[in-house]
């Protein structure tokens, strides 16, 4: 069975400063990784995603994320968050062969200062 | 506009009362699922469905049910809620393989009481 663990529940930073959200997965075999947001009161939308190549992988308003296949890890980075940045952020991860089982992480809410 | 309508969006009911909670997504994907988010516990799968007429048990299947006759349409039916069912729901769909984003719908807010 897969499972994903995201370490911190709930981050609190300023304006400018770095985020790191940690996410660790469980599966044996070959598997898809994802990163969700909900912004406050919107839909949960992709924020990126890797499934094979580069295992650094930018996505949308300058996040990135490094799957590190040794570590099990996918973890979430900014350099600069913004306020507009505050939100909750879901890990999830799909298994190639079951491609329909989708998994996610408990979430982390992150809380940007202005 | 691409997209996945769930209705109702907000729904207070009684336990044992009977209720669907509608979705449909117009992009003609293959996959849709359903979830629930519970604070503290993330998004749990209920269902999914990787076709019209095939449809198979998430992580927590118990006291729902869904059906898939046709591509756009996957509704969650809760024959006799209970308190422990109110959750916020979302439906997603995508277009298949396990590489795909999925897209979601805006929630339901189910309260049981």
């Known amino acids: 069975a897969q499972s994903v663990s995201q370490h911190n529940h709930h981050v609190i930073l300023s304006e400018a400063a770095s985020l790191e959200l940690g996410c660790n997965y469980s599966?044996?075999?070959?598997?898809?990784l994802f990163w969700y947001v909900q912004y406050p009161g919107q839909h949960l939308q992709l924020l990126l995603k890797y499934f094979s190549g580069d295992p650094l992988v930018k996505g949308i308003k300058g996040f990135e994320a490094e799957f590190i296949k040794s570590k099990f890890s996918f973890n979430l980075r900014k350099p600069s968050v913004q306020w507009s940045d505050t939100a909750e952020y879901f890990c999830?991860?799909?298994?190639?062969?079951?491609?329909?089982?989708?998994?996610f992480g408990d979430g982390t809410t992150l809380t940007v200062k202005p | 506009e691409a997209q996945v309508t769930q209705n109702p969006r907000y729904l207070i009911t009684v336990t044992g009362k009977k209720l669907t909670v509608t979705c449909s997504q117009n992009?003609?994907?293959?996959?849709m699922s359903w979830y629930r988010q519970d604070p503290g516990l993330g998004l749990r799968q209920i269902y999914y469905?990787?076709?019209?007429?095939?449809?198979d048990k998430g992580d927590v299947p118990e006291g729902y049910k869904v059906s898939r006759k046709e591509k756009r349409n996957f509704p969650l039916i809760l024959e006799s809620p209970s308190p422990n069912q109110t959750s916020l729901y979302f439906c997603a769909s995508s277009p298949r393989t396990s590489t795909d984003t999925q897209y979601f719908g805006p929630g339901t807010r189910l309260t049981v009481l």
């Open positions: 599966y044996g075999g070959t598997v898809n």
């Open positions: 469905s990787m076709n019209v007429e095939v449809t």
């Open positions: 992009m003609n994907h293959e996959y």
């Open positions: 999830a991860v799909k298994a190639n062969t079951n491609a329909g089982k989708s998994t």
